[in-house]
Every structure is written in C-alpha cells, then in structure tokens.
C-alpha cells in the first residue's frame, strides 16, 4: 500500500501478546482500520480508532496517535486460530488505503 | 442479511476476452468499493461508488477497466480485453457512510479469483 506500513511477518507463541505496528501519512484522516484476512478468504473488520487512544474489544485491542501517524494491533492470549495476516488501513474521505498485511504465524 | 455476494466465485478466461465480475451490496449501504489484491500489490482499491455514482476511480488501471452501479442492489467490473496481468482475486465491499468524512467500516464480499491464461 502507498504511505502506510507495517511488518511483512511476525511470530508468536500460543497464549502470549503480540503487536503489531502500523505508520502511516497522509493529509486527510478520518480513521484508522484493522481488518483480519485468513488465507484465502476475504477480509474482515476487527477494530477501527478515530480519535487518539486505546479501543479494547476483547482479545483485541487497538491504539491511535494521530500526531504520530502510528497505530498498533495489540492481540492478547493468542489462539492458533489467529494465525492470519492483518491489515491496517486509514480512511480519507470515505477512501480506505490498505497496508500490505502483516503475516503472524501463531506456534503452540 | 446474507452478505455481500459475489459471482462469479472463480472465472478461468484467455487473454482477449471479455470477463464481467458482478456485486450485490449488503441491503441498506450506500457505498460500494472494488478492489484488486495480489501478492505483489496487496489490496488496491480500483472505483467506489456512494449513492450509485462513481466518486474515485483513480484506481481503475486503464481504460480496459470499466464499472457501473446501476442501481443500490448491483454494480458490475467489467475487462475488456482482459491480460495475464489483471489475474487477482477481486473483492467488492460494502459500507453505510453517514457523512462524507465520517469513517466507514467495510464489509467484503468473498471475492472472485480471476486467471487469465
């Protein structure tokens, strides 16, 4: 994706924390997305920030610093079923611009 | 609701011929996006559309590229005449946008994985 970024792979051990990163600029922000796409499926809305802060919503919880341009994905007590790529993305008037994904591989 | 629904799920063509990818948002939604996702580019969005009409096509790739939404139920990508280079998995995602700046989370259809031999 074009002005945002975030790690190609990461690791993480069943039942431990992970985070993942994601910068980004751009002029015009509205909000910041994370989605979660398994292998060929389609992707799907985990969490959304507009203002500055945490967003928890169970597992999964989401930060945003708009003055920074950074957000973070932070995934707790993780499950094998969280292997996945994650995407993040930022809106600009009602147009979303994905990063590449984040590929995190959970090992037992 | 059943989704967004697309068809057809998987579409094998040669290069020349014509392929027409089609969408049906979720009822209610007013904005309705394409986009291409392959392994080299990721997800790009190519046209969106909100209240039917077309509002950023900037990443329609050339004119072999065109999309119409005719009405709120169904809008069509259409290739013409299609290369090995547009083979992806095209998805269209749907989204209630309040206000113009307002942000929308997106509902993806399950795509259609495109070949082009």
């Known amino acids: 994706g074009q002005n945002i970024d975030q790690p190609t792979e990461m690791t993480a051990t069943e039942g431990a924390i992970v985070q993942i990163n994601c910068t980004y600029q751009?002029?015009?922000?509205?909000?910041l997305f994370w989605y979660q796409q398994h292998a060929g499926e389609a992707p799907t809305f985990l969490s959304y920030n507009v203002l500055d802060g945490l967003e928890e919503k169970g597992r999964f919880s989401s930060f945003l610093s708009r003055s920074k341009g950074y957000s973070y994905l932070l995934l707790k007590e993780l499950q094998m079923k969280d292997s996945a790529s994650y995407l993040c993305?930022?809106?600009?008037?009602?147009?979303?611009?994905f990063g590449d994904g984040t590929t995190l591989t959970v090992k037992p | 609701d059943a989704g967004v629904i697309q068809s057809p799920r998987h579409e094998v063509t040669e290069m020349g011929q014509e392929v027409t990818l089609r969408c049906k948002p979720i009822?209610?939604?007013?904005?309705l996006f394409w986009y291409r996702q392959t392994m080299m580019r990721g997800l790009e969005l190519l046209i969106y559309f909100n209240n039917n009409v077309p509002i950023d096509d900037s990443g329609m790739p050339e004119d072999r590229f065109s999309a119409k939404m005719p009405n709120a139920s169904f809008s069509t990508l259409k290739i013409q005449p299609s290369e090995p280079r547009d083979s992806a998995v095209y998805f269209c995602?749907?989204?209630?946008?309040?206000?113009?700046?307002?942000?929308?989370?997106?509902?993806f259809g399950p795509g259609t994985r495109l070949t082009v031999l």
């Open positions: 009822s209610g939604h007013n904005s």
């Open positions: 995602a749907s989204s209630f946008l309040i206000a113009h700046l307002s942000p929308n989370e997106q509902f």
């Open positions: 993305a930022y809106t600009n008037a009602g147009k979303s611009t």
């Open positions: 751009t002029s015009g922000f509205n909000g």
